[in-house]
């Protein structure tokens, strides 16, 4: 059985950890087309944890169809369960509270949305 999640998992580090760490992935990652980041919008991110249930997010890693990397954000329940639409059918997107889950994408990919202090290496 998975740990129980909690409300509280995470936690804030220092803006100097979250620097280093991000120029280990630029380092490591030269790429010119690399995505450094995604940014996902307040109504998609309080509709996920709006959901019965919902005690936070667990975040997703994927590829689109053209090779792009996505991310996923999905409701999690206390006992580690993912909430995901109750539809059978892969290609219709909950838009209510009664189709279950809602998966979170869409998200704006840094670059090019990316903030003013942020320099592309």
Known sequence: ??????????APIAKNLADQWMKN?????????????HFFGR??????L?????????????LDDKQ?????LVGACADG??????????????LTDDDGGVIGDASMPCPPYCPPEVTQN
């Open 1 to 10: 059985m998975a740990r129980e999640l909690k409300p509280t998992d995470g």
């Open 25 to 37: 992935y630029q380092h490591e990652h030269p790429e010119k087309d690399r995505i450094n980041a």
């Open 43 to 48: 109504d998609i991110i309080e509709r996920i």
């Open 50 to 62: 709006a959901q019965d249930k919902c005690i936070g997010i667990r975040i997703y890693y994927g």
């Open 68 to 72: 792009q990397k996505q991310l996923l």
């Open 81 to 94: 369960s993912n909430i995901w639409p109750k539809t059978v059918n892969a290609n219709i997107i909950a």
